[in-house]
């Protein structure tokens, strides 16, 4: 089972920019589907992206689209999560999270992930 931990967490400025990684360990990261998803103080986990294993598919909630980016470099066994234009709304933990599927293009947007990292917090200030 791949060990993730995830990287990048902090304080911002509402409206700037803020790059998270997750870096897997283990073995094959090219056969797991990764996603992001948050969690705010005294609200559930949400789903925030999505991408298949080689990278050709993602997918975004809605609040995040159109500011954030995910990607993968399977050569480096890491994924990321580029966030711009900040909000305080995107407060809270950070959670990168990884599961072995045989389909390619696929993308899992349900909190049915096999490994999940320890979690980063990320605080958007006004």
């Known amino acids: 089972q791949v060990q993730l931990v995830e990287l990048g967490g902090g304080l911002v400025q509402a409206g700037g920019s803020q790059r998270l990684s997750c870096a897997a360990s283990?073995?094959?990261?090219?056969?797991?589907?990764m996603g992001w998803f948050r969690q705010a103080l005294g609200k559930e986990r949400e789903f925030v992206a999505a991408?298949?294993?080689?990278?050709?598919?993602?997918y975004y909630a809605d609040s995040v689209k159109g500011r954030f980016t995910i990607s993968r470099d399977n050569a480096k066994d890491t994924m990321y999560l580029q966030m711009n234009s900040l909000k305080p709304e995107d407060t809270a933990v950070y959670y990168c999270?990884?599961?072995?599927?045989?389909?390619?293009?696929?993308?899992?947007?349900?909190?049915?992930?096999?490994?999940w990292g320890q979690g980063t917090q990320v605080t958007v200030s006004s």
């Open positions: 999270a990884a599961r072995r599927i045989a389909n390619t293009a696929f993308v899992i947007t349900t909190p049915d992930y096999d490994s």
């Open positions: 283990g073995h094959a990261f090219s056969t797991y589907a």
């Open positions: 991408i298949s294993r080689g990278g050709g598919t993602t």
